[in-house]
């Protein structure tokens, strides 16, 4: 008779962890948007706090990530998409890594604080906003068409009695 | 000074995108030689660069046999640079290792 798995599999703490920093992320590059018109410091403050907890969240969401590779590459029908959303969630999280270098060098370094940083770095936090929203649609392609971690309960759900 | 530093950020940053990932090919089932490119212990999982330059990212099963001389051999054999020869079957796009041979 099948058996109903444990809930906290290791392959379970990635999409625990993994929609937290997308949030942050996310609106860390909103924060940082409004803050290049707006005087008011909430935003930039904001922004950079949102972004520094982002950036904490992505590699941890990376080293779930890895956990769950390992688990659920040999389940897959199609591991290419596991290795681009594996290649774009490095690449995102180094640019949010050097987003928040670059917004702690102008938070502490008065000649890096100049206009045209700032605006170089909202757009690297669009950029990593783009290869995000990327990472998050080839992880939903990884769940929702190959069942990446994903119990299949059995046809007669008999593990549910 | 201001100038180096912004022109520095934008090269940063375009390096970025350009030094992360690495590709794998799908390749139909068969035999192939190459050389390991990399070992992941930890996921029992190697890369294999084969000789007409495809990288095989190979996840070993409780079926793959590991050899070297036809003995069997721990995974923890298997070290980056190695020449092997390895039997895989193509299910969907994702390749299982049948078998892998170390050549030296």
Known sequence: ?161 | MKSLIQKGIILSSILLFMACGESTDVVESGTYQGTIKEVEAAKTEIYVSTDDNKTLELYFTENTSLTRNGSEVEFSELKEGQKVEVKVEKKGKRLDPLSVKIME
């Not at chain 1, 099948?2 to 949030?23: A, C, G, K, M, Q």
């Not at chain 1, 999280?93 to 206009?115: G, H, Q």
């Not at chain 1, 690297?124 to 299949?152: D, E, K, P, R, S």
């Open chain 1, 1 to 161: 008779m099948t058996e109903l798995p444990d809930f906290w599999r290791t392959e379970v703490f990635h999409p625990l962890s993994v929609h937290f920093p997308i949030v942050l992320l996310l609106m860390a590059t909103l924060f940082k948007l409004i803050s290049l018109w707006s005087s008011k410091i909430t935003w930039d403050h904001g922004g950079r706090l949102l972004l520094l907890l982002g950036v904490i969240g992505i590699w941890i969401a990376i080293y779930t990530g890895n956990l769950a590779d390992g688990i659920v590459s040999r389940q897959l029908c199609d591991p290419t998409v596991l290795k681009e959303h594996e290649n774009f969630a490095y690449t995102t999280a180094w640019i949010f890594t050097a987003a928040l270098i670059i917004e702690l060098l102008m938070r502490y370094i008065d000649l890096v604080k100049t206009r045209i940083i700032s605006i170089i770095l909202v757009l690297l936090m669009f950029a990593g906003t783009g290869t995000l929203m990327y990472v998050g649609h080839l992880g939903a392609q990884l769940v929702y068409q190959q069942a990446a971690g994903v119990n299949i309960p059995s046809g007669d759900c008999a593990e549910f009695n």
